[in-house]
């Protein structure tokens, strides 16, 4: 089992799920009541798509670390801040040092793929107790998991990534 070694964190993550669903369901139910369920669930999509950015530093040292050099051996010049941020990481706006040509950087969000992985293993574990005990639903929720598994797992691989970039 990939994180059986790593029990703490499996149990605190369980928890954490838990807590904010049940707080979640219970906010909704309320809100339900209130017939304010509508205006919450937008700003709940607002929330998300403003999602706050990871230190620059910490970004740029991450890039140098996978480049094994400097940031000034690749790039001439790259954006103080990223130009987009979402939650799995975001991206810089760079011009590469020797043809001058415009790119985009995208950097991870750190400890994002053992956060995913952890999540994914503990979704895993209820999509299998559902096969089995929910006669209700006839899908192979494992099937269905491990797809969205892969795509986010295709979204984290920044080499299929590609974005269009303003030149100016």
Partial sequence: ???GGKLNKVIRRT???LISLGS???KLL?????DVID????ELSELQDALP???DAEAFSCIERELELPLNSFFSCISPSPIVAASLGQVYKAHL??????????VQRPGIEEA?????????????????????????????????????????????????????
């Fill in 30 to 34: 309320v809100d339900q009541r209130n």
């Fill in 97 to 106: 040092k020797y043809s001058g040509q415009v790119v985009v950087v995208k």
């Fill in 39 to 42: 205006e919450n669930l937008e």
């Fill in 116 to 168: 995913i992985g952890l999540d994914f293993y503990l979704i895993r574990g209820l999509g299998f107790f559902i096969n089995k005990y929910v006669d209700v639903i006839t899908t192979d929720v494992i099937a269905l998991i491990d797809e969205f598994a892969h795509r986010v797992y295709q979204e984290l691989n920044c080499v299929q990534v590609s974005l269009p970039i303003d030149n100016h």
């Fill in 1 to 3: 089992m990939l994180f």
């Fill in 15 to 17: 928890l954490e799920i």
């Fill in 53 to 55: 950015t990871f230190p």
């Fill in 24 to 26: 979640f369901g219970l």
